[in-house]
């Protein structure tokens, strides 16, 4: 799973969010690290649509401006749950092979 | 950087997704204050979609059954002119026949010729039972050097190394966008499959056993050389046995289809351009192939 996937999918998880929304979240996600440009987010977006991962949850109009809504389906909830699997399952290997090494307290 | 600006730099995306999600982006550009890195980044994602939206027909599960469908098929004719080839041959050197294997007698001495095939021939085999990517290396290489590698082999024969160059292009384009010639015969199903492979191993045991090199007297077609005709005889056999009833089935049709006009000339009364045939190919196998229907799931 690419980093701008699993960082939507983390954000849509903890309930339904607008474009910019996204943006912001993935940010505290990453630490900062990682910034969703618009681009990048809304062909992430109609990919992620197309699969199945995440649906439109709901449209808004605040300040003549329409807002939509994003929330993530049952597919995309475990379609995550099993990235976080796999990303746990490799950090603590490398845990485990660095505290044999002793380079980790 | 203004809402102008943002507009225009979204024409780099397809329409249907301007449609879609436009305005909603450009809102969120001004929300995020728009700069350059917005702006490639816009323009890249754009372009890429493009591109993506390009590719998507030939990477539909229905390209990829008929062309795991083709994988399969493709050694197979390959197969027959190759062992026909043989045949042939060891028939001249022993003075059975007076001369070569047909069209191919002034060019029987030509080792390039009749070796780039048989490596071709062998690399699907292997490709498809052992390793894909090594098969697809190997024709490949092989096609390469058949289209630019002797000059014997590109303008002494223009239709006979057209058919030369058709099937190997086939076997890779099988081989490298498919999942293969087991995902083929899964396609195909068994009975289709043991059908197809009975007519095809009838129709070489009629020609190359009893010495019958046209079996179905389409010499019009084939001229000198019986490929037309087998790949006529398997094409048929898939058609009316599977084919028009699945989306696969046309475009493998298409696919086996599409050499055959390589060789309008005897149909029609005045000569046809190769770039008309060419494009007459391309447009069938798009109208066969992307008008079709999605396959329902089984």
Not at chain 1, 78 to 94: F, P, S, W
Not at chain 2, 30 to 47: I, N, Q
Not at chain 2, 96 to 101: A, I, K, L, N, V
């Amino acid at each position: 799973m690419q980093e701008p996937t699993f960082l939507i999918l983390t954000a849509l998880a903890a309930g339904p969010q607008h474009g910019y929304g996204i943006i912001t979240d993935a940010g505290e996600i990453s630490e900062g690290r990682v910034r969703l440009r618009t681009g990048t987010l809304y062909t992430a977006l109609d990919r992620l649509r197309g699969e199945g991962l995440i649906e439109v949850d709901r449209e808004e109009v605040v300040d003549t401006r329409m807002r939509r809504y994003y929330r993530i389906t049952a597919a995309g909830a475990d379609a995550l749950a099993a990235e976080v699997q796999r990303m746990r399952r490799g950090a603590e290997t490398a845990a485990l092979r660095l505290g044999a090494a002793g380079g980790l307290a | 950087m203004n809402g102008t600006w943002n507009r225009r730099l979204l024409l780099a995306y397809p329409k249907h997704h301007r449609d879609e999600y436009g305005e909603e982006m450009l809102d969120v550009l001004t929300e995020c204050g728009g700069g350059p890195r917005e702006s490639a980044d816009l323009v890249v994602s754009g372009l890429r979609m493009r591109l993506d939206g390009l590719g998507a027909p030939w990477t539909t599960p229905e390209w990829r059954d008929a062309l795991a469908v083709v994988s399969l098929v493709a050694p197979l004719l390959m197969t027959i002119p190759a062992v026909w080839f043989v045949d042939s041959g060891v028939r001249h050197l022993t003075g059975e026949m007076t001369t070569g294997p047909g069209y191919l007698s002034g060019l029987f001495g030509v080792a390039p010729v009749w070796g780039v095939g048989a490596l071709a021939l062998a690399a699907a085999w292997w490709g498809g039972i052992f390793g894909r990517r090594f098969g697809i290396a190997v024709i490949l290489a092989l096609c390469v050097f058949m289209y630019v590698g002797s000059d014997r082999l590109t303008t002494s024969d223009a239709k006979a190394i057209t058919l030369g160059l058709v099937v190997p292009v086939l076997a890779l384009a099988g081989l490298a966008f498919s999942d293969g010639p087991r995902r083929g015969a899964q396609v195909l199903g068994r009975p289709v499959a043991i059908a197809m492979a009975t007519v095809a191993g009838l129709s070489f045991a009629a020609q190359g056993l009893a010495g019958l090199q046209h079996p179905l007297h389409l010499q019009v077609i084939s001229g000198e050389m019986p490929y037309y005709e087998e790949a006529l005889v398997i094409t048929m056999a898939v058609l009316v046995l599977n084919g028009f009833r699945t989306a696969y089935g046309r475009r493998v049709a298409a696919l086996l289809v599409t050499p055959l006009l390589f060789d309008l000339a005897p149909w029609t009364p005045v000569p046809v351009p190769r770039m008309a045939a060419v494009t007459l190919g391309f447009a069938l196998v798009l109208a066969l192939g992307v008008r079709s229907r999605r396959r329902p799931a089984r």
